[in-house]
């Protein structure tokens, strides 16, 4: 079994930055890809970037440009670099790992809190 943990979320101001951290314990021979997913209050659970184990990357069009995920295969841990946060930003933020490119997932975090509010 996967387990994947979740760390630096926490509140920031407009314009400001974050790095989140995925970590992994566990049996995970069969991780290919890892991805980032957020959840904002009342709305539905997105996927941010995802990245494959030989490093193809996908960004939801919202955070191109601000936004880069990266990864340490040694690890299996995942990264994600937030850059001109918006308030829109805000939301728990889901690390997630599967064998497949496209989702669903298999493993999944239990998320860290992004707030960006001035």
């Known amino acids: 079994q996967v387990q994947l943990v979740e760390s630096g979320g926490g509140a920031v101001q407009p314009g400001g930055s974050l790095r989140l951290s995925c970590t992994t314990s566990?049996?995970?021979?069969?991780?290919?890809?890892m991805a980032w997913y957020r959840q904002a209050p009342g709305k539905e659970r997105e996927l941010v970037a995802r990245?494959?184990?030989?490093?193809?990357?996908d960004y939801a069009d919202s955070v191109k440009g601000r936004f880069t995920i990266s990864r340490d295969n040694a690890k299996n841990a995942v990264y994600l670099q937030m850059n001109s946060l918006e308030p829109e930003d805000s939301g728990v933020y889901y690390c997630?790992?599967?064998?497949?490119?496209?989702?669903?997932?298999?493993?999944w975090g239990q998320g860290t809190q992004v707030t960006v509010s001035s």
């Open positions: 997630s790992a599967g064998r497949r490119w496209a989702p669903p997932y298999d493993y």
């Open positions: 990245m494959s184990f030989i490093g193809i990357t």
């Open positions: 566990g049996t995970s021979n069969n991780i290919n890809i």
